[in-house]
């Protein structure tokens, strides 16, 4: 045996790591798999100005990502993007959303949509918190 440490791994790597473990979980856990979408807010030129990033499982959506441009933000946007990310999440059966966001990010944006934080990580980046929040559907 051999032990071999990289800060550069390539995604051939990475993803045979994944598929073991996903093949794994699956022989413990009947239907075990992911699903992925994503909206996005293009503008007359076609540059994304918004969009959202989803994954399904297990009965949960998880917000990967939300970002909008800073020339659009107030405008709603983003509150829109999230209804619709949850409004399909409900559509595919999940009864629970989840995602994390920095203290310095959308804290309130979320709680204002009904997420709680759940856990935190203080001192991210020495200043910073990470905090992870979750909502109930259905």
Sequence with gaps: MKLIYTDRPNK?????LDDKLMGFNGDII???CFNNFLYKMIDESGLIIAG???IIGGGWVEIISLWVSKDN???RIGEGLLFEAERT???KDCH???LYTYSFQAPAFYEKHGYSIFGILENY???H???YMKKRLV
């Design 12 to 16: 051939k790597d990475r993803k045979y």
């Design 30 to 32: 009947k239907g075990y």
């Design 52 to 54: 959202i990033d989803c």
């Design 73 to 75: 933000r107030k405008k």
């Design 89 to 91: 999440a409900k559509k």
């Design 96 to 98: 629970s959303a989840y």
């Design 125 to 127: 980046y020495k200043k």
């Design 129 to 131: 918190s990470k905090l």
